[in-house]
């Protein structure tokens, strides 16, 4: 296990390539998850935004608050036109620039699925992570294909909330057999840092996907400094485990043993599920827990198929 | 030394994609449009082009790839036909709002519903307003041309250019073609050097289609229409500076039999050839005095340069493969407003035939003409050969 080596007191970077002077709310994962995500990748990169929160937190005209160039492009094209530019800066002799294409997730789970698919599929050399904040953020939360079950949204209100559970993309991924595919959070910097790494250090080898839940205080109706907190609590309940895919689908590695905190516990601190506490909640309530067992079940399952056992997943105090 | 070959429209998109030295091609199957992007593909495989050749999705995803690429500096090319062009269209304002160079060979089909391969021009047409430069054309040769000049002005001006081409008439039919080689290309057309135009760069972090306010993003519009009016001058000294090298004239349009023409006959694409014909006859069996305006380069639209060749007309026939539903032929409407400010100007008559591929022949012309002849007052839409 190579996560021996990174077991340091503290591996993050000190160079800052995000700026004060962007828009992002107070607690924003999405911004924590950029910031981070730049301190592995460093300069020598190009960003592309599609329509997404980060429309806004970049910054507006005439300036923005990144140290790399950033290219906004329309919602559905983000894989594409990271892409397009990773082509282009190839044919004029910038092999080494790394493309990262950097989207929400309405722009990766929903609209931008085609592009996605297509340049997956493709093997198109650039670095793809979608800052999950389980619903259209930016537009006043309307619920996607990643809000999780039962949460309310402003298009799911708490008498109907949203019916299905959150699409599994990670699963997507791996059908496409790209070479990785890894989760991240914030609330786990040299574990984010370290996914960044080894994507960029995959250059050449197709697209590289990172799905980062991002906490949004305002979208998930919390105190903004519960950030890091509710993310740290996803993984710790297992609602989002740390995990990579590699070898094109066939290696399932689960990076950290969650304590198994009960799923109350981070779903108490969010007002979108506040009704799962009230009368008539505990359906709701019951289909999240059904949820996340059974994602947690088949990727234990799927862990075992590739390392014969789950004794080599670290547990206890994980960064 | 150049040479002629018999070619489809398609392969002469193709060949005078490889001699422009395109870097990046990316581009979605639609028929009838395939021919281009096969022989790309293959040109590319063979490494006669120095390029990379995106087998994408989808024709958004194509016009998505040519802007990442044209953004960086790389030169770009697509090829699309009526739905994928419908399809592309929110991409198509982005690539002229972020000001890229890129060419696109669009074959003119027909629009669904009902299904249909064959030509008209509502496809095209439809895009006008988003910031793309257009040329149509009448044989392989223009097509050939066209986009080979359509880099040389895009780059200049920063903004990108559409070259139309009719379904199956052009797209499918050979003639011969004048094809030069790389060095007489290379001797108008140079690999594309945005210089200090501002591509990225990582050393140069900037920010591009950045969240604008409305105090700023008005600007941002205006300039695309200066682009577009100063295109017109570029058009002007880029068709001399072609001649030079290719010993081919080109202009926004082309004047046929029109030195001492009472009556014009205004078309565009391959459906000039049929008009040019039954002009010819006309004149020859009758005595008529009339002649043939076929517009090329729409976007910009020359205004002077028509109100020149057209004030003293007589009578005006506009005939369109295309409708404007609710209101008319596009060329027709687009002819009379250009025309509008002179104080003393001649009739103008709209013609819709030949939608959706419809067989249109001098003998229809011949119609035309005969009718236009009869009228004194301007009239309501005239549409041509409708079966009901």
Not at chain 1, 42 to 65: L, Q, R
Not at chain 2, 224 to 245: C, D, G, L, P
């Amino acid at each position: 296990m190579s996560e021996k080596k990174t077991r340091r007191i503290w591996d993050v970077p000190d160079d800052e390539n995000f700026y004060y002077g962007h828009t992002a709310c107070q607690g924003c994962g999405g911004a924590l998850a950029m910031r981070l995500a730049l301190k592995a990748l460093g300069t020598d990169v190009a960003v592309t935004i599609p329509a997404c929160c980060w429309t806004i937190i970049a910054g507006g005209f005439p300036g923005h608050a990144l140290k790399v160039p950033v290219f906004h492009t329309a919602f559905e094209t983000a894989a594409i036109v990271a892409a397009g530019i990773k082509g282009g800066l190839e044919v004029t002799g910038r092999k080494s620039t790394i493309s990262l294409a950097w989207a929400g997730d309405g722009g990766t789970f929903d609209i931008g699925l085609q592009a996605l698919s297509g340049a997956a599929e493709r093997g198109e050399d650039i670095i793809y992570a979608v800052y999950d904040n389980e619903a259209y953020m930016n537009t006043g939360i309307q619920r996607s294909s990643a809000t999780p079950p039962g949460a309310w949204t402003t298009t799911t209100p708490a008498k109907r909330p949203n019916p299905r559970p959150k699409k599994n993309l990670m699963e997507i991924m791996a059908a496409h057999k790209v070479p990785y595919a890894a989760t991240a959070t914030p609330a786990y910097p040299e574990d984010l840092i370290r996914k960044f790494r080894k994507a960029k250090e995959m250059a050449g080898q197709g697209l590289r996907f990172i799905h980062i839940l991002a906490p949004c205080p305002p979208g998930w109706k919390m105190a903004s400094d519960y950030s890091v907190h509710s993310a740290r609590l996803a993984v710790e309940s297992r609602v989002f485990p740390l995990y990579e895919i590699e070898d094109g689908g066939r290696k399932y590695t689960i990076n950290y043993w969650p304590k198994g905190i009960p799923i109350e516990e981070y779903l108490k601190i969010q007002g979108r599920f506040r009704h799962l506490f009230k009368p008539g909640g505990e359906k709701w309530l019951e289909a999240f827990k059904e949820f996340v067992e059974e994602n947690w079940n088949q990727l234990v399952e799927k862990h075992k198929l590739t390392h014969g056992t789950t004794d080599n997943i670290p547990r206890g105090y994980y960064k | 030394m150049s040479f002629k070959k018999v070619t489809t429209g398609n392969h002469a998109v193709s060949y005078a994609v490889w001699s422009s030295r395109v870097q990046i091609i990316s581009a979605y199957p639609i028929t009838p449009q395939t021919q281009i992007v096969e022989l790309l593909s293959e040109i590319v495989a063979e490494g006669k082009l120095q390029a990379k050749f995106i087998t994408v999705e989808s024709e958004h995803s194509a016009m998505a790839a040519c802007i990442g690429a044209s953004a960086t500096g790389a030169r770009a090319f697509t090829a699309t036909s009526a739905q994928g062009l419908a399809l592309m269209h929110e991409m198509l304002h982005w690539a002229a709002g972020a000001r890229l160079p890129i060419v696109m060979a669009n074959v003119n089909r027909a629009m669904a519903p009902p299904w249909s391969v064959w030509t008209d021009q509502n496809d095209s047409l439809a895009q006008l307003v988003t910031g793309w430069m257009q040329i149509y054309n009448e044989s392989n040769q223009e097509v050939y041309d066209s986009v080979i000049i359509g880099y040389k002005v895009a780059e200049q001006v920063h903004l990108p250019l559409m070259t139309v081409l009719d379904a199956f008439i052009l797209s499918h039919t050979s003639e011969p073609v004048e094809i030069h080689t790389q060095e007489e290309v290379d001797e108008y057309l140079p690999p594309y050097d945005p210089g200090e135009y501002y591509t990225i760069k990582t050393e140069d972090p900037r920010g591009y289609g950045l969240l604008t306010m409305p105090s700023d993003y008005y600007e941002f519009r205006y300039k695309v229409q200066r682009a577009h009016e100063r295109a017109i001058e570029v058009f002007k000294k880029e068709f001399k500076n072609f001649e030079e090298v290719f010993g081919r004239k080109h202009w926004f349009f082309e004047e046929f039999m029109m030195d001492d023409a009472d009556y014009v006959i205004v078309t565009s694409g391959s459906l000039s050839s049929d008009v040019k014909y039954a002009v010819a006859k006309l004149r020859k069996e009758k005595g008529l005095k009339i002649g043939v305006l076929k517009m090329r380069v729409v976007r910009p639209y020359p205004f002077e340069e028509v109100r020149k060749v057209l004030g003293d007309r007589k009578k005006i026939a506009v005939i369109d493969r295309n409708i404007g539903f609710g209101y008319h032929g596009v060329f027709y409407e687009e002819l009379k407003s250009a025309l509008y400010p002179l104080e003393k100007r001649p009739p103008v008559f709209g013609y819709i035939i030949g939608i959706g591929g419809r067989d249109v022949t001098p003998a229809d012309i011949e119609d035309i003409i005969d009718d236009m002849l009869k009228r004194d007052e301007m009239t309501e839409i005239i549409w041509k050969g409708v079966r009901l």
